[in-house]
């Protein structure tokens, strides 16, 4: 196998990372125009009038107004955890985002733990991916079992599973007790193996590995740097 090229590698790294970027921004955006739209008919504007504004369809400026109101009903019955991640660092944005993706090219309807796991395998952060490596988890072995679940044909932005927003939830009571003011793909690692029942633990023992056992090496590893 002809070793791949230094250069070349650190240029697709590059450019795979602004492109990461450039995703979170166009959520950003979105997430903004929704709001600045619900504000305009909020503060008395009727559909019709923002649309002809806008230059959009009525039925578009319908859809942002409605499901907005529709979300905010179910909103107040459960915890909700809002999207983009401001506290994230851009290493954990872009392992949520690779999680989205491995589901949707595997034709999963939503993205779990396991291809939580799997996205830290694929980011390569140096927090994590000597601990996960020395353990035998490499990218190669986790998509084997991730993609040996039920395939489903739906397509679209993946939603994540109620198991991967708990474990997102605990990353950042992770965070917390170790004092940081961010999350980062180690507080992720620590939120994922604090599940028993999530299917990312069932990989990591599948694969010969200890949920205990990584948690103390991603916390020595963390004190030793």
Known sequence: MTPLDPATLGEARDSRDRMLEAQHALERARADYGHAIRRLHAEGGSLREIAESLGVSHQRVHQLVEGAERGGARKSRRRHFDWPFTRFTRRARQVIVLAQQEAQTLGHPRAGTEHLLLGLALAEDESTASVLAESGLTATAIRERVAALEPSSSRGRQSFTRAAKRALERSVNEAKTLGDNYIGAEHLLLGLLAD????????????GAGPQVLSAAVRERRGAS
């Open 196 to 207: 028993e029942r999530a299917g990312a633990v069932a990989i990591v023992r599948d694969l």
